[in-house]
């Protein structure tokens, strides 16, 4: 039997700060939206040759379109973004840059993504109020050393860990790299939630199969033997997760990349959470018993 | 079942695999290969995202239809309208889709393959929008003066005032026409557009002129004043022309874009995306060589740790995946790269489902035999499995029916693929393993699992 829950203290402590140092930066940086949130203009072009970034920035400027953002893209590729222009500002920028080859050009207003935005955190505040219920429910059969509703909040705080770590992951690579967040990150950010409740659920389902079955001395025996019993399948599961996410990584071309960055991410995250998160958890509320 | 029936089971499946995995062949990759490919084993629909394309967005203006109009009535005419003009545009799979409710209509378009956006929003955006307005009864006058008093200037309100008629919207639009053309007055040579109404809009306009004899009604074209003639007498027959001070050309162009059809509502573009075929083009055949290697390593690992049972679960999963691919085809599913991700998801749980069962096997083994631990592998790993995938499925239903477009998407498959991979993990599995550990394979405990 693997002694897990040793340091069950140590782990909740260290995620605890862990926790508060993300949400801290989520709030002084918030996270690297793009204009799908904030609305504008972008477009993205590609040259036959190297670029000169500094001489289109000079170019672009006597256009007096305000604050223009001009950055360097896969091969010879540019990326400007504006506040929002009409079409013919935009064929001025054309113009000016020599009418390269414009691959794609993008004129937003930000209410889209701010009704994606609410109606997503109001579908996933539902959906996770709902699971609670679910938990509480099916765990209620065999609650009588572990009430039922620890179950229910494990499971959401090991979630809430995972989302808030790769959310203040992202809070960083905005500020310091210039990633930038788009709709597809929600889709990774649901998934991520999805798999670290599933993940949490399956390592909390084999505790109360061995408190059913009630041979061990107390509650951090139980929890560690069904740890013991669990993590190789919760390791080889997040390797079989991993492998297609890794293989997008580093085959699958730019435009999945932050994508797939965010998954590993959370499929880490969501697997470390339900072995050391969840079951520390159970144990310090119910130590005493 | 007795085992006769089983092995009739194992044969069914193992063909429906194959005629799965030959239907879910990208229709590129059947070419490259030289597998012929059936008229009616359809391509696989692809979202804007990977395909490339146009995507606008427009906002739907509500606020001239008269009070007691059905604005999803007419929201839904406009839908049609403009679904005709995308149609005539010669793009394969357009999407014309309302957004939003009462008051705050959205129109979303989707020109997979077109590259200009300024064509598309010129094309789709050019077709007049024509309204019969009617005079407003003294009482609506004053009430519109007053409600103007508080925004305008006492000089403005003076020179309205001096405008002898207000007119106020009817239900009468360019929905309800159903040709326009032009003529030319036999006397003057001066031409004028002749425009007959559908059997509804008739009626609309039987009524219309029946209350209105010897008042004014007014003819707009893209809010723009054509001509308000006197009704003389009720006129039934759905017929009506519009007289004004065109030039032939103007009048037959005028003409014509009434006949593409009529806009029965003013659209503002809100926005416009346009996603280049290079990205989408590589970026789907990457993904999807990067997934096939995934899915290998897969397979390798599976075999590596449990053997003989992991091969039997990269034959389920294999079942599972195409058997998911058939199904996106024939919905069809659109294909968006959120999608894809619901899709990996789904994976990563139907992977799940074995890994659980076989370690179970694994303790179940240890005092029995193979073909006797199987049952009870699969009974002790059910209830983690059927909560882990119940609470996803709870997730997938809220996010569908709660959230619009992409969101939707990515539920959708990953719905679809975790109910597939219960089925295909808990049942496709147990057959394969039940079949052959009543073999001679059953004797060897060594190779079905490390």
């Known amino acids: ?289 | 079942m007795s085992l006769k029936w089983q092995w009739i089971l194992f044969g069914l499946v193992i063909f429906l695999t194959g005629f799965f995995v030959y239907f879910s062949i990208p229709y590129t990759l059947a070419e490259k290969i030289g597998i012929p490919y059936p008229n009616w084993a359809k391509p696989f629909r692809l979202g804007l995202d990977l395909k490339g394309g146009v995507s606008l967005l427009y906002e739907i203006d509500t606020s001239g239809l008269a009070k007691d109009t059905d604005q999803k009535e007419a929201v839904q005419a406009l839908r049609n309208v403009i679904e005709k003009r995308v149609n005539l545009m010669g793009v394969e799979e357009p999407v014309v889709q309302i957004l939003g409710g009462k008051d705050n209509w959205r129109l979303k378009i989707e020109l997979p393959g077109m590259q200009d956006p300024q064509k598309a929003i010129e094309e789709i955006g050019k077709t007049p929008v024509l309204e019969f307005r009617e005079e407003m009864t003294q009482e609506e006058k004053d009430q519109v003066l007053k409600e103007l008093e508080s925004q305008l200037t006492k000089e403005q309100i003076e020179q309205i005032k001096d405008q002898p008629i207000f007119f106020k919207p009817t239900k009468l639009t360019g929905q309800y026409l159903k040709g326009a053309k032009i003529e030319f007055n036999p006397n003057t040579y001066q031409p004028y557009i002749s425009l007959e109404f559908t059997k509804e809009g008739a009626e609309i306009f039987h009524d219309l002129t029946k209350r209105n004899i010897e008042k004014q009604i007014a003819i707009y074209v893209d809010n723009n004043l054509i001509s308000a003639p006197v009704v003389q007498e009720e006129i039934s027959g759905g017929r009506a022309q519009i007289t004004g001070q065109f030039t032939i050309e103007e009048a037959k162009e005028l003409a014509q874009n009434l006949n593409a059809g009529a806009l029965p509502l003013p659209i503002h573009n809100l926005s416009s995306k346009v996603i280049g075929p290079t990205l989408g083009k590589t970026s789907v055949d990457q993904s999807l060589k990067a997934g096939l290697i995934g899915l290998f390593l897969i397979f390798v690992f599976l075999i590596l740790v449990y053997r003989f049972s992991g091969l039997l679960a990269s034959i389920s999963l294999v079942f599972y995946l195409s058997f998911l691919l058939t199904i996106f085809k024939l919905i069809p599913v659109t294909l968006t790269l959120s999608g894809i991700a619901g899709f990996l998801v789904s994976l990563g749980m139907a992977v799940d489902v074995n890994v659980l069962t076989f370690e179970r096997l694994r303790e179940e083994k240890r005092d029995k035999e193979i073909p006797v631990a199987i049952q009870p592998s699969f009974a002790r790993s059910w209830p983690a499995v059927k909560d882990g995938n119940f609470t996803t499925l709870i997730t997938c239903a809220i996010l569908f029916f709660i959230s619009t477009g992409f969101i939707q998407g990515f539920a959708l498959t990953l719905g679809l693929g975790v109910i597939l991979g219960l089925f295909s993990g808990m049942l496709i599995t147990r057959l394969f393993m039940d079949v052959f550990a009543s073999t001679r394979l059953g004797k060897f405990e060594r190779i079905w699992s490390r």
């Open chain 1, 1 to 289: 039997m693997l002694n897990i829950l040793k340091y069950s203290k140590f782990y909740l402590i260290i995620v605890g700060i862990g926790m508060i140092i993300s949400l801290i930066l989520l709030i002084i940086w918030g996270l690297p939206l793009n204009i799908e949130f904030k609305g504008g203009s972008q477009i993205e072009v590609q040259f036959d040759n190297e670029p000169d970034v500094e001489k289109i920035k000079e170019d672009i400027k006597k256009l007096n379109l305000g604050e223009v953002v001009v950055q360097k893209s896969e091969g010879n590729g540019v990326i400007l973004k504006t506040k929002r222009i009409d079409e013919t500002e935009h064929k001025k920028i054309l113009e000016t840059l020599g009418n390269p080859k414009e691959i794609s050009f993008e004129n937003i207003i930000p209410t889209i993504g701010k009704e994606l935005k609410t109606k997503t955190i109001i579908a996933t505040l539902i959906s996770v109020i709902l699971i609670g219920l679910y938990i509480f429910n099916t765990f209620k059969k065999s609650s009588f050393i572990i009430p039922s509703f620890h179950y229910s909040f494990a499971v959401v705080i090991a979630g809430i860990h995972d989302i808030l770590m790769v959310c203040g992951i992202f809070a960083i690579l905005g500020k310091f790299c210039g990633t930038e967040i788009g709709s597809p990150f929600i889709a990774a950010i649901l998934t991520i939630l999805g798999y670290s409740i599933n993940d949490t659920i399956i390592v909390l389902d084999r505790v109360r199969e061995n408190i059913k079955i009630g041979s061990h001395e107390d509650i951090e025996e139980t929890l560690n033997v069904s740890l013991s019993q669990i993590i190789v399948r919760s390791i080889f599961t997040s390797l079989c997760v991993l492998f297609p996410l890794v293989a997008i990584l580093i085959w699958g071309g730019e435009s999945v990349f932050t994508f797939a960055f965010a998954l590993i991410w959370g499929t880490i995250f969501g697997t470390s959470s339900s072995i050391f998160i969840a079951p520390s958890l159970l144990l310090e509320m119910n130590k005493r018993k």
